[in-house]
């Protein structure tokens, strides 16, 4: 999916607000489901191995809305698909080699951060998002005054297809869109509450996390709780992309972007939970919102630890982001995919691929979710009213 970043919108596109651009189509890549039902195809099993489990128990029971992950060493990457990688951005390049890596258990989530999760964390901090925030003039360096305003990032689908060489033709700069205001002022989150929380740029999901007293996973935790302790599948389910014709995420359907047919049940986000967890009981790990990680984002890091024989051990990502597509700003990995996926243009959905994201960036198709790790657990024996309003928040949503 092409990525695009808020200071890229506020010095291009802002003098198209309230306009539908028209933009973006192709006729590239034939339907989803018939790419991804010849799964064994795309695969490399060669290069997976077994994942081992780590069998240490887990140091209590698990928090509200949490699900305790083991750790172990799995093969982390993406599938070497052949017959995919001229889709879209060549999704699986920057997820090379496949590697071993080790990660330590830890709880996730079972959702992404909902909206009512969300809003308690408003109410009981009075945080203020970075979308709701005013741009400041020597963050924007170039941009007219009257450019820097509060808004979000709104994929806007045009009426007509176009071609997919631009992707500023489907993506605006919004007045006023934030997590309460997801399209823009006139749309709103209310009889939403159980739907992912989005226009959280990083710093937005840091905040809710430290509050919450867990933190963002890493990009390799991430991964390990997706594959729910299988090895080389490409989809966080199994094999087939719709196994028994059964929709097994929110993805894109239709001609992309201009026409979502919603054959999924959904046009745009869908509530949390409601496809099929996976092994280790995590909803929404494949399509819906993207999900941000701690990890800074380098497409070669891949190649950096495989160039070291031995196991990586809990990685934490390279201690620099680096995008050669825009070396200037600074970009974590997403993982997951959106409900925009699709093989005519992002085939992210396959588990191990990975997505990117300026930090200041949020958009309508951008969520989280937080992991507390074993000595978090610990530490959060005395619960504070904090705990409590987080622990209500996930009751309301389970």
Known sequence: MGRVSRLSLILILLSLWGCRHDRIGTDSGAAIAENASNAKALASPDAFQPTEVNRNPAPGPAPDGMVWIPGGEFSMGANDPPGMDDVGMKATLDARPIHRVFVDGFYMDRTDVTNAQFGRFVKATGYVTVAERTPRAEDFPGAPPENLVAGGVVFSPPGHPVPLNNHFQWWSYVRDANWRHPQGPKSSIRGKENYPVV???????????????????????????????????????????????????????????????GEDGFRGTSPVAHYPANPYGLYDMAGNVWQWTSDWYRPEYYRTLAANSEVARNPQGPEHPFDPAEPNEPKKVHRGGSFLCTDQYCSRYIIGTRGKGEVSTGTNHLGFRCVMTREQWQGAAHHSSKSNLVSDARRTEN
């Open 199 to 261: 226009q959280v740029a990083y710093e937005d999901a840091v905040a809710y996390a430290k509050w919450a007293g867990e933190r963002l996973p890493t990009e390799a935790e991430w991964e390990f709780a997706a594959r729910g302790g299988q090895a080389g599948k490409p989809f966080v389910w199994g094999d087939e992309f719709r196994p028994h014709g059964k929709w097994m995420a929110n993805t894109h359907q239709g001609h992309f972007p201009d026409t979502d047919t």
